[in-house]
């Protein structure tokens, strides 16, 4: 990312969380809320890298997930599919810690730290991804043996990224069918253990719709997110549900204050950048 981009987001992102704490909306919707609201965070790579978003240094993601512990908000999947199919109640502000993709810094960084602090997380895996060194990224992914490893830990459950990492939205039903299926019986054949959730690749507005879910549905999943940033509530559909994005560069009064809902908002831009791209490809 060019370091124009790079501070343009940046200044946004924090922009919309500090307008949320300083105008009182923040606390105003803690306060008239009506039910609790629950939040999954996506996390991509550990590491090392100047101007990614994708990326969180160790000491960064350290200082976050202690925050959650701290806090007491940490919960785990399980909690997360009960609360929203009614059966048990969460502390408003709950924290489902997610990391997409299956790279290697998920067991080399990741891992320890979730360890030392009692916090269980869900690695989005990629099923044909396993393995491989791609030259565009600075790190590679995990191959079979590591990820069983990180699976029998119980800290870290595995769930499904899609077969191939490509929008399941712009496929054809029974493709998008294919996608969800193959990868889920691969990391189960690996893995010799259920998997039970998906995580939309990319996850845009474009990215999902009620075929994907059905797809997702008969694939056997139980519990979908895509990447719209809001709030998972009680009742809501387990398939599609909304997760918060977690970026390099920003420091921890931001993930404070976005693991409280300061980033929600940001759901009306993801929005907008949808029906913009729809309408570039009506144009086309």
């Not at 000491?59 to 997930?65: L, P, R």
């Not at 077969?163 to 039903?173: E, F, I, N, Q, V």
């Not at 709030?231 to 993930?255: A, N, Q, Y």
Request: hydrophobic share 40%.
């Amino acid at each position: 990312m060019s370091r124009f981009r790079w501070v343009v987001k940046k200044a946004a992102r924090q922009g919309m969380a500090l307008g949320s704490w300083a105008s009182g909306s923040l606390t105003a919707r803690s306060v008239l809320q009506r039910r609790p609201r629950v939040r999954a965070l996506t996390y991509h790579r550990i590491g090392y890298e100047s101007q990614e978003a994708f990326c969180v240094t160790p000491e960064d993601f350290e200082a976050q997930i202690g925050s959650l512990a701290e806090r007491g908000v940490a919960v785990t999947l399980d909690q997360v599919e009960a609360f929203v199919a009614g059966r048990e109640a969460l502390p408003d502000g709950a924290c489902l810690v997610t990391i997409d993709d299956g790279c290697v810094s998920t067991m080399t960084e990741a891992l320890p730290i979730l360890k030392r602090h009692g916090v269980t997380a869900v690695a989005y895996v990629t099923a044909s991804l396993v393995g491989s060194d791609i030259r565009e990224l600075p790190e590679r992914y995990l191959d079979w043996d590591e990820l069983r490893e990180v699976a029998d830990t119980g800290v870290i459950e595995i769930g499904s990224h899609a077969y191939t990492h490509r929008s399941l939205g712009l496929m054809p039903a029974d493709e998008a069918r294919d996608e969800a299926q193959r990868s889920k019986d691969l990391l189960e054949e690996h893995l010799e253990r259920e998997v039970r959730t998906f995580a939309y690749p990319f996850g845009t507005r474009t990215d999902f719709g009620p075929v994907t879910e059905r797809a997702l549905a008969d694939a056997g999943y139980r519990i979908a997110f895509n990447s719209m940033h809001g709030t998972i509530k009680s009742g809501m559909d387990p398939i599609s549900l909304p997760r918060v994005k977690v970026e390099g560069g920003e420091g921890l009064w931001m993930f404070r204050l976005l693991s409280r809902g300061a980033m929600d908002p940001w759901r009306a831009v993801d929005q907008t950048l949808w029906r913009l791209q729809r309408e570039r490809t009506e144009i086309s």
